[in-house]
């Protein structure tokens, strides 16, 4: 097949979009749309400092190269959860993420969880109940916190995670088989700065795994393919599975269904239910600082601290 | 594996009520439970009278074979659509709808679309553009027009449909996929009488498919076991198979998925959009009388009448 932009071979055709593209035109594309959702849904602009979570996949590495090369102030943060085993997926995703900011020049900051807290993710994971339940709500948690302490002591205005559309019509397809009346309206593309939060954006949710991973291979980044460990069977898995079965069948389902849902939003089709308390209240946590309404330690710092 | 109320051989196992019946304890179970929902959802009492729309396939009957011995004044009616094929499906349906009625001596009332209307549903579904589109559509819309009209000229004060869990989250999943902000929140388990239509409701839909087929053959219900020829392929068919292989990883997650939404509707999450004009006026239809926003000829009539 052809690129629909120029007599070259096209590497990637996306049914959706009925568009073909070559591996000149592909990137360029790429960059140019995520610009467009960047504007559409005001994420931020060059006057921000953004801070890229990272994991050293094909996601969040194409995310930060695609805003360094807009232009755009962005520094990186790796996490590094401390998961081994065969593979040191920890670490080799770790060096992958450091070569990543190297080869660019770019600033990349290290949270080890170890390190800092005394104990990895899936040590706490095997030690406490919640974690041996759910491992991967565990791992979430600590994630989301520490990304969030991080921006906001580092001085950053953004925080952009790479989640892509695969990521975000799977978690929404979860939360509505379950009815989670909380987490279903906190999906959106922007989550505005509140006390003690700073500003999350998704610049990636239009972008299909297929289409991200395509980016990556033509830019050349040299990326982390496995999967955590600890993922395997879990439900986000098979939602995936199952939605992309589903995409096979209707080629633009995914994307429609994700666009349908902001659109219901905007509509005010749903609406977010108050707490049976009314107005949350949240006081700093005692030993890390950040926002709570436990009234005592955050969640993630009493999944450290419990013993 | 024994029946968890007598000794006997279970003829169903049902993982997600944790419960095993055999033939006597099963069709027992099966109508009390229907009577709780009745209940439950405030759908009738023994003074209402019912009209019961039968298909000829296994919920219908057994929807009216329920309802029958819990002594409700129920009554049939039964739609011939003119779908015929290799095995006359509409034919057969009506003979198997007609046997069930005289063998409980039930009254059973016949529409025939084609000597009614002068042209049978494949017939339309061939000729207009909107039945070559989306024949189930059309047939669907033929249906509920029909009902509506049957039910009120009859004097019936409940139409009553035999849609099961299956049916209904396939509906909602379909109209969540597409954010069809219209139908969702009128899907109900009660649906009330309005100017022009009758009130509708669904007691089977807490009942999965399997559970209403286990319910016939236990009972010796001859029912056609046959899908419609028109139906293979569609849309409601592929979510019917996804939600199942879903149900196999997740026992119980589309009893689930459907109670946690009406839950959502009942705390007011879901908001009904009101139409940009406001208020929809309804005038009756000058060829059928039945109400109509179009101003003129009902959806139903344009389809029978344009040329």
Request: hydrophobic share 35%; aromatic share 10%.
């Amino acid at each position: 097949m052809r690129c629909h932009k120029c007599p070259q071979r096209a590497v990637i055709r996306m049914r959706q979009h009925r568009l073909a593209l070559c591996k000149d035109h592909y990137p360029q594309w790429f960059i140019e749309q995520t610009q467009r959702f960047i504007e559409k849904y005001r994420m931020f602009t060059h006057q921000d400092r953004i801070l890229v979570a990272v994991s050293g996949g094909k996601d969040s590495l194409a995310l930060w190269d695609v805003l360094w090369q807009l232009g755009y102030e962005a520094e990186g943060l790796y996490i590094n959860l401390g998961i081994g085993g065969e593979f040191a997926y920890s670490d080799e995703s770790q060096q992958a993420a450091q070569k990543f900011a190297d080869q660019r020049r770019l600033k990349l900051h290290i949270y080890h969880v170890e390190e800092r807290r005394g104990e990895s993710v899936p040590a706490i994971a095997l030690r406490t109940h919640r974690g041996r339940q759910k491992p991967c709500a565990v791992c979430g948690l600590i994630k989301r916190h520490t990304m969030n302490q991080m921006a906001r002591q580092l001085g950053f205005s953004v925080l952009a995670t790479a989640h892509n559309l695969d990521d975000e019509v799977s978690f929404l397809f979860g939360n509505l088989l379950s009815w989670n009346l909380r987490q279903i309206p906190r999906q959106s593309p922007v989550l505005e700065a509140e006390e003690g939060f700073v500003r999350k954006v998704k610049p990636f949710i239009r972008f299909s795994e297929r289409e991200t991973a395509a980016y990556s291979i033509v830019r050349g980044i040299e990326y982390i393919e496995e999967e955590c460990p600890f993922a395997e069977g879990s439900k986000q898995l098979q939602y995936k599975d199952l939605l992309n079965r589903l995409e096979e069948q209707q080629p633009g389902v995914k994307l429609r269904f994700l666009l349908g849902f902001f659109n219901a939003m905007e509509q005010g089709f749903i609406h977010p239910i108050e707490d049976e308390q009314g107005e949350v209240i949240l006081n700093p946590c005692p030993s890390c600082g950040q926002p709570t309404s436990t009234g005592d330690l955050c969640a993630t710092c009493r999944l450290f601290e419990e013993n």
